[in-house]
């Protein structure tokens, strides 16, 4: 057997912290010890030669083991996710690691990883999605790859946004859909499609129409009227933006179709009818963990709170609007926390008053706080979700004085106020680059993008 240079270990197990981090934001990573490395490995005696690569270890925590070109690991990563491993966590964690061992296994040991690993290291996450998605990973990874280069492209001067539907049983899912789908005669290949018919880029706008993909032939076989398709709840809770809701909903109809949609600020977003979404910005790949956020609010607040306050948020973030958002526990002593609330003559005073007790769990209401909620200042509701106060200022509340703390260094003053709403109740903020961060009583809850 060969020796492991030391050096390749240590580039392999930071590249791959690195790219956990990414995959599940606010978790801890560090390298398992050699000790535990041999435990693990006795644990899983001949299931070691299968290379299982990531292991559940408790409730919170996997083991992602490196194998490079050997038949047992050679090298171990804890993750600690800090909340309940669900089967996606795992499913997708394994997926990654596949990935980056076959990649390794490319690259040689007796050097430090090098410029082919850094090549590798670009499309590796989309490689890991494919994988994750599709029972065929090389062609869902060329799928991926031909909706991100039509993303260059321009229609009489407008960037292309394509919505790319990829069914496993296309003509179960023809005969769902029903009159919602138009047939496409002869059929093209969905690279052609995508990057060389450019009438198609006119039609597919990813609102009113999306196409139609067989992932058993590779070509599109028509179109789908968003328009008509029924919304329900489920598809309100995992969509990137409500406008979404529609191609989640067909999604909704099988767990092995997917959804590539390439979005108006840029971003490529991939649905899958498993509840899984995945985000390309600014050249990264994200897991968005929507499902995450919402068991951890369903803690404190009601079902159709959660669901409203969470919509608007993740609809902002997908528009690439900041906003804050303040659950509070109580309604006590407001203007402790907004010195203005309730003065006659207080900034935006006709938005505030008219917004006052409307509630962001009614859907037509919920569309006016949303867009109230792109004013400067914060959206303040009640635990039922009623508008307290909007587009207000907030102050550092008498709680923090009390407990003695000293405001952090924050990257900006929405971050501040969401710091200081978090010791009132739940505060959630949506950063103008997409991210959404939940606090409470000063601590990082929960994360986003």
């Keep these: 057997m060969r020796t492991r240079r030391p050096l390749v270990i240590v580039d392999a197990l930071a590249s791959l912290a690195n790219a956990f981090k990414d995959i599940f934001p606010g978790s801890t990573t560090s390298s398992l010890s050699a000790a535990d490395l041999a435990a693990q490995i006795e644990a899983l005696g001949p299931r070691a030669a299968l290379k299982p690569k990531v292991v559940p270890l408790d409730e919170t925590r996997l083991a992602a083991l490196l194998y490079f070109d050997q038949p047992t690991p050679q090298a171990g990563l804890l993750i600690d996710l800090w909340r309940p491993v669900r089967t996606s966590d795992s499913h997708f964690a394994r997926a990654f690691c596949r990935v980056f061992n076959d990649d390794l296994?490319?690259?040689?040991?007796?050097?430090?990883?090098?410029?082919?690993?850094?090549?590798?290291?670009?499309t590796r996450l989309r490689?890991?999605?494919?994988?994750?998605?599709?029972?065929?990973?090389?062609?869902?990874?060329?799928?991926?790859?031909?909706?991100?280069?039509?993303?260059?492209?321009?229609?009489?001067?407008r960037a292309v946004r394509h919505c790319l539907i990829v069914a496993r049983k296309a003509p179960k899912l023809v005969q769902k859909l029903q009159n919602k789908f138009i047939?496409?005669?002869?059929?093209?290949?969905?690279?052609n499609a995508l990057l060389r018919e450019k009438w198609i880029r006119t039609v597919v706008d990813g609102r009113r129409v999306a196409l139609l993909g067989s992932m058993h032939s590779g070509n599109i076989i028509g179109f789908i009227s968003l328009a008509e398709v029924d919304r329900n709840d489920a598809a309100l809770r995992y969509a990137p933006h409500e406008t979404l809701v529609p191609v989640q909903a067909?999604?909704?109809?099988?767990?092995?179709?997917?959804?590539?949609?390439?979005?108006?600020?840029?971003?490529?977003?991939?649905?899958?009818?498993?509840?899984?979404?995945?985000?390309k910005t600014h050249g990264h790949w994200r897991v968005l963990d929507y499902e995450a956020l919402h068991e951890r609010l369903s803690l404190r607040f009601r079902e159709d709170v959660v669901i409203g306050v969470l919509r608007a948020a993740i609809d902002l973030s997908f528009e690439r609007t900041g906003a804050l958002f303040c659950l509070l526990d109580s309604r006590e002593d407001l203007t402790d926390f907004i010195p203005d609330?309730?003065?006659?003559?207080?900034?935006?005073s006709h938005l505030r008053r008219s917004?006052?007790?409307?509630?962001?769990?009614?859907?037509?209401?919920?569309?006016?706080?949303?867009?109230?909620?792109?004013?400067?200042?914060?959206?303040?509701?009640?635990?039922?979700?009623?508008v307290l106060d909007i587009a207000c200022m907030i102050s550092s509340p008498r709680e923090i004085a009390r407990l003695g703390l000293r405001e952090p260094s924050m990257p900006g003053a929405r971050a501040l106020a969401a710091w200081r709403a978090s010791f009132r109740g739940v505060a959630i903020n949506v950063s103008e680059d997409g991210p959404i961060t939940v606090y409470e009583r000063g601590a990082t809850i929960g994360r986003i993008g």
Excluded: C
């Design 105 to 122: 296994t490319h690259v040689s040991a007796a050097l430090p990883l090098n410029e082919h690993w850094a090549s590798l290291e670009q």
């Design 127 to 157: 490689r890991a999605v494919a994988r994750f998605l599709n029972y065929r990973p090389h062609q869902m990874s060329n799928w991926i790859r031909a909706v991100e280069d039509s993303m260059a492209l321009t229609y009489e001067g």
């Design 183 to 191: 047939p496409l005669p002869g059929g093209i290949s969905i690279e």
């Design 250 to 279: 067909v999604l909704g109809h099988s767990a092995h179709d997917v959804a590539l949609v390439a979005s108006p600020q840029g971003d490529l977003f991939i649905l899958s009818g498993k509840g899984s979404v995945f985000q």
């Design 341 to 348: 609330h309730g003065h006659a003559l207080a900034a935006n």
């Design 355 to 386: 917004l006052r007790g409307q509630n962001i769990s009614v859907w037509a209401q919920r569309q006016v706080i949303t867009a109230a909620a792109a004013t400067d200042g914060a959206v303040v509701l009640d635990k039922d979700g009623s």
